[in-house]
């Protein structure tokens, strides 16, 4: 039987592999918002299973290509999760 941290561990890394083919394929199609939206999810979940991520080189250029768009939730809560680090 595997032990419930195992389990959650392995959640986490599938979650991640996940939000990371959203990132790559949201980045292929020159998605920016998608990218972002993809990107903020995988920092948020680095930060609540304490991975040790690096949010702040996610983030930030992803942050710098996106056009316009500096009203939409996506890239509040970006900038909300780099104010965060602070």
């Given at each position: 039987m595997t032990a419930p941290s195992s389990r959650r561990t392995a959640f986490c890394s599938?979650?991640?592999t996940c939000f990371?083919?959203?990132?790559?394929i949201a980045r292929s199609q020159q998605g920016r918002l998608l990218e972002l939206r993809a990107a903020n999810d995988l920092a948020h979940?680095?930060?609540n299973s304490n991975s040790?991520?690096?949010v702040r080189?996610?983030?930030e250029p992803i942050l710098e290509a996106v056009e316009g768009?500096?009203?939409t939730r996506d890239v509040r809560n970006a900038h909300e999760?780099?104010?965060g680090l602070a």
């Open positions: 599938s979650q991640e990371r083919k959203a990132i790559e979940l680095w930060r040790g991520g690096d080189a996610l983030l768009g500096a009203d999760l780099l104010l």
